[in-house]
């Protein structure tokens, strides 16, 4: 029977993203009774947009590229959310993203919605030149389906503040003359120099190491001294482990797509992004043992952080994890099977709908800069947005308690019961 998701029936192992996302929606939506008519509207998003467009490549070839924008939900805002590049990139993966956005924002309590973006293909195989023409016409191919107070992006796996001032700037020339500056907002994730805020490049990390410090003053457990590993070392996972070194806490082990490497004396973050940085990847690092993707997931530590993609955390791996929490810096690296056989060990789970929201509160900020023709010093931005992930966690953990709901689920319902309210307040038009 539909459930009126759209996405296909699978149970627990090859659940698509979108499945794991719908299956987080109905299993929140029964916990909180949430309207019937809400809930229909929520397991689909509002607008998908296909595009298929040709780029010349530097030889003088012609490549036709398939890039989506998926938007959500924009009753408490303007779309918001990243753009990715990456050659696994589908439909039902975007729709997820998307939704994740749409819950992330609420549970943020920050005035957006939902959306997501991306193009398939494999950014590692294309040239400066050709990433540059390749963003340009993805952005004129979208036209005013995006806009500083419709659909704001941002980065994602695969693109960075580079990508962005190139989004920006093709924006940019199809705007009237004096009209160019008021749409720089356009996009979040952009270089400082070019109308970016201080500390969005590293906000995601420090956003989940904000939370991580919240979950460590609840727990009564000293981070100095304790132990993490981290899947996935680009911008979420390189930043979340420089910071959280800085705590006194040591990284043993680490994965990316070419490799994993383990160090019992601890691997230096700074170092080990200098040379993914150089390298593109953790293999070939110095400083560690070279394991294998099942001894990493068993490394003991206490903490571990997946900053990766979807659907690592499942019923192959989570029985191997000896760690005591687990803070989703990646969108839906735990799927369904994965997160019952983690409750089942009793490790926490901090889900990334909280724990990686940081990113998003600082694209916030620097939307809010842009319109204010404003510049915030780095402590200002930290400062926020301390304050504004300490009150999301504390807000998730009192609803988990208060309603004997796991986090996930309670970052759900209160994010539903906020979505929710606006509905009832506004009714659906006509
Ligand atoms: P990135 O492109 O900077 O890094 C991605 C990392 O994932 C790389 O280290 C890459 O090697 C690794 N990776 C890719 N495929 C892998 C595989 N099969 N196994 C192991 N590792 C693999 O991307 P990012 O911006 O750091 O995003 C990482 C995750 O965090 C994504 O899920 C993204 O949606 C999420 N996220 C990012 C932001 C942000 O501000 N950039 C904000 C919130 C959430």
Avoid at 342 to 351: E, Q
Wanted: aromatic share 8%; glycine share 10%; charged share 25%.
């Amino acid at each position: 029977m539909s459930d009126g998701s759209g996405a296909k029936k699978g149970k627990g192992k090859g659940m698509n993203a979108y499945e794991v996302a719908v299956a987080q929606l109905n299993r929140a939506a029964d916990a909180m009774h949430l309207d019937e008519q809400v809930h229909t509207i929520l397991l689909q998003p509002k607008n998908e947009l296909i595009v298929n467009f040709p780029v010349k490549m530097d030889d003088g070839s012609y490549k036709l590229l398939k890039g989506y924008r998926i938007q959500h939900n924009n009753i408490m805002g303007p779309y918001k959310g990243g753009i990715r590049f990456h050659h696994d990139v589908h439909l039902d993966e975007v729709k997820a993203l998307a939704a994740w956005m749409t819950w992330k924002c609420a549970v943020m309590e920050i005035p957006f919605g939902g959306a997501k973006g991306g193009i398939k293909f494999n950014p590692r195989e294309h040239s400066p030149a050709e990433l540059e023409r390749i963003t340009r016409r993805f952005t004129h191919a979208l036209g005013n389906n995006i806009g500083p107070d419709h659909d704001i992006p941002a980065p994602d796996v695969g693109t960075n503040g580079q990508t962005m001032v190139w989004l920006m700037d093709t924006y940019m020339n199809f705007v009237p003359q004096d009209r160019k500056n008021a749409v720089r907002g356009v996009v979040t994730g952009k270089t400082l120099t070019s109308g970016g805020s201080q500390g969005r490049e590293k906000a995601t990390g420090q956003g989940l190491v904000y939370v991580v410090q919240e979950w460590a003053k609840e727990n009564h457990f000293p981070l100095d001294g304790c132990t993490f590993i981290v899947q996935g070392f680009g911008n979420v996972g390189s930043f979340a482990a420089r910071i959280l070194s800085r705590l006194g806490a040591s990284m043993i082990a680490v994965q990316d797509h070419t490799g994993a490497l383990r160090s019992n004396e601890g691997l230096h973050p700074g170092r080990l992004a200098e040379h993914v940085r150089q390298t593109g990847g953790v293999a070939g690092y110095a400083g560690g043992e070279v394991i294998t993707r099942e001894e990493f997931f068993s490394t003991e530590c206490d903490l571990f952080i997946p900053a990766a993609l979807e659907n690592q955390i499942t019923a192959e791996t989570a029985p191997l994890l000896k760690c005591r929490a687990v803070f989703e810096g990646a969108n839906g690296p735990t799927d369904i099977e994965g997160e019952a056989i983690l409750a089942s060990k009793g490790i926490d789970v901090v889900p990334d709908i909280l724990a990686n929201a940081g990113g998003v509160t600082v694209s916030y900020f620097e939307w809010l800069q842009n319109r204010r023709a404003e510049s915030w010093t780095l402590d200002e931005v930290d400062e926020r947005l301390h304050r504004m992930m300490v009150h999301a966690y504390n807000t998730v953990r009192r609803v988990a308690r208060d309603r004997k709901l796991d986090n996930r689920t309670a970052a759900y319902v209160h994010a539903l019961e906020r979505i929710q309210q606006v509905y009832k307040e506004r009714g659906i038009f006509p």
